[in-house]
């Protein structure tokens, strides 16, 4: 149980354009979800919390506008990088929260696979 | 505040010889605390996680941690490692709103 899925693992684009990545809860519902950003060999940076029906909680140093999330279901969250420059380039990786613990715990965040962005 | 203090960014030991990686926290409030694995190009699993009661707690493959509160550590062993080991091992710390804080992480390489 508490699988988490994204969709692209990969995706290569060019400057200026701009890339959707989804994150999908398979098992259960999650109201939460998390968004990281991390860099060759180092560890998770948290760039925002993602709340079903709500705005999303981005951290310090994070634009907004550059990343847009949109956290349209229980079961979807979504991460556009707008007007992506190679310095987006970058390994995404979501989590969840099962609320409910009814597949997973209440406590833990399940990970997603990661999508590997490249801007060239 | 929470904060995670990984010792040891890269680990090295022989197949079947002791795992031993540290992990440090602070933590204004009781904490939830977790080790989580990575293996290249993929997202993280959980090996193991500590929220309340038993301090010692047993994970996935062959690992455990002990959570001692007098040393704010939590530190993962296994008593043999296997060839299948060698990963990237994150200890994350986490309190309310279930907001995670990851150590740098530490890199294990198994030798032959």
């Not at chain 2, 193991?48 to 509160?69: C, Q, S, W």
């Not at chain 2, 550590?73 to 091992?89: N, R």
């Amino acid at each position: 149980g508490a699988v988490v899925s994204q969709h692209p693992s990969w995706v290569i684009c060019k400057s200026g354009t701009s890339v959707k990545i989804e994150c999908r809860s398979l098992d259960f519902q999650a109201t939460t979800m998390f968004w990281y950003r991390q860099f060759p060999k180092q560890s998770l940076m948290l760039m925002a919390t993602s709340n079903e029906g709500s705005k999303a909680t981005y951290e310090q140093g994070v634009e907004k506008d550059k990343f847009l999330i949109n956290h349209a279901s229980l079961t979807l969250s979504t991460l556009t990088v707008t007007s992506a420059h190679p310095e987006d380039s970058s390994f995404y990786i979501c989590s969840a929260r099962d609320a409910e613990g009814l597949a997973g715990s209440q406590e833990t965040q399940y990970f997603g696979p990661g999508t590997r962005l490249l801007v060239l | 505040a929470q904060s995670v203090t990984q010792l040891g960014s890269h680990v090295s030991v022989s197949e079947g010889a002791l795992v031993l990686l540290r992990c440090n926290y602070s933590s204004s409030v009781p904490p939830y605390l977790f080790w989580y694995v990575q293996y290249p190009n993929q997202g993280l699993q959980l090996l193991l996680k500590y929220t309340t009661g038993a301090t010692l707690v047993k994970g996935i493959n062959g690992f455990e941690a002990e959570f001692k509160k007098s040393e704010t550590s939590f530190h993962l062993t296994k008593p043999s490692a296997h060839m299948s080991d060698a990963a990237e091992y994150f200890c994350a710390v986490s309190d309310q709103p279930y907001k995670l804080s990851f150590g740098a992480g530490t890199t294990v390489t198994v030798r032959a």
